[in-house]
């Protein structure tokens, strides 16, 4: 069963001697209680910000027997640009394919080119070759402009939400929960300026972080150490 921020809150109050919070007092919380309730908000973001394409923050699973782009669209005949959906955070801008719908098997891997690029280019009419940002980073935008239908696949990664509610829960597996406690211990003892036990927090989240990373990121590490 996923730890909710009230259990984890109450793990790193019990690690650093303090008095753990109910249900009735979470929201309320004050001076101590309050800071480390911050400081696991705090540290969520470090994890998150660790690494731009953690699987957890894909915008929406994959689906069994296809490629594994979270997103598709089908392009309009004379039509550049397309709004992205809300709850975007950022997407994977070297890895967006295009499919011919007439042959399913005619797969274009796309180019990224910089939007100055596109304006120094000119408005051009053909098959789509390259993809490209808006500057209001709400669009994604394909050179030259399509003159028929094709479909466009590409892997999204949603916005980070902190935690809030005392049942909220982690956006990870619970395996991973001491990358969290142990960065949040590291601002508690910081925090306390106790420079020794922020020392020991901070290798045990770096530790930890780089275990992480390792199986959910890059997991073919693992097996190369393995051999």
Known sequence: MAKTYLELVNIVLRDINEVPLSEGT???ARGIQSFVKEALNRSLLDIINYN?????????PSQPGVRPQTHTFNTVSGVSEYMLPSGIDQIDWDNILMIKPDNLDDVTKLEFISYNTVTRLGLQSGEPSCVYQTPSRTYIGLHPRPTKIYNIEYTAWKEPVILDLSTDTLPFEDRYYPVLVSRARYYLWMFRENSQQASIA???YEDSLRGMFRNL?????????AV
């Open 202 to 204: 901070l290798n045990e």
């Open 26 to 28: 979470f929201t309320n």
């Open 217 to 225: 990121v890059n997991p073919d590490t693992n097996t190369m150490m």
């Open 52 to 60: 731009d394409e953690w699987p957890f923050m894909a915008n929406g």
